[in-house]
């Protein structure tokens, strides 16, 4: 059986080979000419299909690696602009819906709403989800691209830029995304125990929304905190926690920072916590006022942080009051451990300045001055990074993979050639910046590269017949023993959360182990449709 | 009380329809009464509330009062009573048993659910003229009633608007640019919130809007709402092409 897939995959792999070495002179023309199809309604979409949906004969197997925003916008677009094609979402996890589920903060439901549009994206009859399924373990990308048309890569960015500074292994400093993870019940870190006991002093590096983000969850009112759908384990922890002070460091200055208006109007309007800027660092420099004419987004935020600096609120008494302070100009320079080298005890700071050409970004330059900041526990939010797979190119200084509009180049050298059939979408294709939406109109892009190299004949595997898609892909995992998660399974699993969650009256309580979830996943239900 | 529980099969076999479902209280007496925690909305028994997409994957809801609130007014569902006995559950009870009801009432019969604009009082109410242009330059007349947002007027009319957290203000996919200055001036100034929101849109020009937070009214008949053109450029947080 498993030979059947074998059998075609070379043939499609030959055809590649030629298509890759002919396409530059556009010698092939598409086989599959484009055929009306008539009366091919989707059921499940409920806005109307868009006029340019292309009909072929032949039905573009497709499969996208990575369910967040760019996996599911970028099925979405297939779904739409292919009216025949079938796409298959693969997750390394049981659970969809990458970052929306284990990045979007708790307290954040109104953004998670979207899990809704791309619901109806997996539950298409053209769709098929599988999660539970890893790339690069469970299935090559070589064997994926022989089951497929067209394999598109979205598995985001699930590392972190390093700070390069000493200390950064210490007990104590953790990556923002294991924090983050750890909050929102993703299985891989929880068994985090961040140290929220030993100071009542946490430093967060780095003025990202990430960064806000952490700072709102760790200054935040357990009460608030507990009517979202935070995990367990964390409330547990941030319950007993002793944190009463977050200091915000960032190596530039206020009209730099990375954060959005939207996050910082929301923290500085936090009952109970006082937002503090010094007023020494709002000192506008011209090139600052120059940044700020060409973005009116940082425009608003520096004058956020002056309305902040600029706030007497009550001082607090008692426990109760909680800060939240925004340093400027300071690198970190390293991580101090306590006297007995085990844990951390705070950091030390390089004052900068900022330089730049005109028309550039301005820099933080080290002034060779230092201060420290005691701590007891250090977040690194300065950055996410993509992780290599065998058998792709990888931009290793960027930790992205090269491409040119969503195709995936053979190096990163400029002017490379790029392989036939293999995009990349989202974080991985862009590097770890921008929200959900960002990711709307990244897929557009690699989804319309597509269709140009399916117009001109340069997905490679035109020339030979439908490639075996989900059926090869099912026969290889259960060769290998993997257990598949469907969406169906998934919705089991969801299913389970809320009801766990409405006992606590939160509006889901994340299961955060990968066996509960599997084995709700392979229950069979009691109740038949 | 029926439809508490839900197979997950429903679920799909709804979401495969599902969209914006109206809920008329008492029409069949399912739904009785929805409480809003959104203090500005609440809504009781004898209006007709609307509920956007409760397809299960969020607690969340957009409740909309057709006939007080005149903007998108989001907020939890805090208690729903169901049944003719009114008992009050969960909100994701709810959500549930409006999925497991739904194969007792499929779309397209009027049992509660409808999935048109014409089934409700609504349809009688004054209607303003929209044009949505495409990103293609492709325009699309229709008539939107007075107090409706542009998104929900966009996706009952089948119009490829974006509203990935559907009007809950969280997500700038639902941008239009606002092709007539006089009218854009017509238009309440937007809210902190709003701009917040804008700064991240993508394509922000000098008259863009938020589709879910533009509410029709009758000065705005007429209305000309541009989608912003793709490029292959777009804009990542904090850098956007023309400053507002
Ligand atoms: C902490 C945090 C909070 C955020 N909050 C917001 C917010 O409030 N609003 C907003 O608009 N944006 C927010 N963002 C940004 C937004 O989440 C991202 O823009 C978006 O998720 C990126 O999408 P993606 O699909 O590229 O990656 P991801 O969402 O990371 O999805 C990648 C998926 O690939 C899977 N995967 C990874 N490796 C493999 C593998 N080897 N095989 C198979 N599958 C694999 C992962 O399990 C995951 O499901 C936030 C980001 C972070 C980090
Ligand atoms: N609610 C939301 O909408 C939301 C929530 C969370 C995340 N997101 C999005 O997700 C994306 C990722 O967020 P993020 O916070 O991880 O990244 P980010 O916005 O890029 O912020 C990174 C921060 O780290 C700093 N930094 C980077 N390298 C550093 C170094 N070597 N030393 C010191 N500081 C360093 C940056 O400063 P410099 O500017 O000086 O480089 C910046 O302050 C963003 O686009 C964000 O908007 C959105
Ligand atoms: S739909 Fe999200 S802001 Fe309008």
Known sequence: MARTWRARAMQVQMARALTTCLFGARVFAPRNSFTATGGEVLSWNWRSLSTSALQHTGGLQVCVVGSGPAGFYTAEKVLKRFERAKVDILDRLPTPFGLVRSGVAPDHPETKVVTNQFSRVAVSDR??????????????LEELRMLYDVVVLAYGAESDRKLGVPGEELVGVHAAREFVWWYNGHPDQVNLQPDLQSSDTAVVLGQGNVALDC????????????????????????????????????????????????ELREIMGIKGLSVKV??????????????????????????????????????????????????????????????????????????????????KPQRAVGTGEFEEVSCGLVLKSIGYKSIPIPGLTFDHRQGLVPNSKGRVLRSVEEGSSFVAGLFVVGWLKRGPTGIIGTNLIDADETVESIVEDWTSGGLGSQSSS??????????????????????????????????????????????????????????????TP | MRGLRVATGLAARLLQHGRVAELRTGSVGIF???????????????????VSDTCGFSSRVSIQGS????????????NVSLGASG?????????????????????????????????????DAEKISVTFVNKDGEETEIKVPVGMSMLEAAHENDIELEGACEGSLA????????TDEELYNKLPEPTDEENDMLDLAFGLTETSRLGCQVIAKPELDGLRLALPAATRNFAVDGHVPKPH
């Open chain 1, 127 to 140: 769709c098929s989800y599988f999660g539970n399924v890893t790339l690069g373990t469970d299935v090559s």
């Open chain 1, 215 to 262: 700072a709102r969850i760790l200054l935040r009112s357990t009460e608030e905190l507990a009517t979202t759908d935070i995990a367990e384990h964390a409330l547990v922890q941030l319950r007993e926690s002793r944190i009463r002070r977050v200091v915000l460091v960032g190596r530039r200055g206020p009209v730099q920072a990375a954060c959005t208006a939207k």
């Open chain 1, 278 to 359: 010094r007023a020494c660092d709002l000192a506008l420099s011209p090139a600052d006022l120059e940044e700020m004419k060409a973005s009116r987004s940082h425009k608003r935020v520096y004058e956020l942080l002056v309305k902040a600096a600029g706030s007497k609120l009550p001082v607090h008494n008692g426990s109760g009051g909680r800060e939240l302070l925004f340093v400027f100009y300071r690198n970190p320079a390293e991580i101090l451990s306590s006297d007995d080298g085990a844990r951390v005890a705070g950091v030390k700071l390089e004052k900068t300045v900022l330089q730049g050409e005109k028309d």
């Open chain 1, 466 to 527: 439908c490639p075996p898609g989900s059926r090869g892909l099912q026969e290889l995992l259960e060769e290998r023993c993997i257990s598949i998660v469907t969406f169906d399974d998934w919705l089991k699993i969801h299913s389970a959360e809320v009801a766990l969650g409405s006992e606590k009256g939160k509006p889901q309580e994340k299961i955060i182990c990968r066996e509960e979830m599997l084995s709700i996943a392979k229950q069979v239900s009691s109740q």
């Open chain 2, 32 to 50: 009785r009464s929805l409480v809003c925690n959104n203090p500005s909305a609440t809504y009781d028994s004898s209006l007709n509330s609307r």
């Open chain 2, 67 to 78: 006939s007080c609130a005149p903007r998108h007014e989001p907020g939890f569902v805090s």
């Open chain 2, 87 to 123: 008992e009050i559950v969960e909100p994701n009870k709810f959500i549930l048993s409006y999925l497991g009801s739904s194969q007792l009432f499929p779309p397209g019969r009027s049992n509660g659910f409808s999935t048109s604009a014409a089934a409700t009082p609504e349809a």
């Open chain 2, 171 to 178: 997500c700038s996919t639902c941008h239009v640019i606002i």
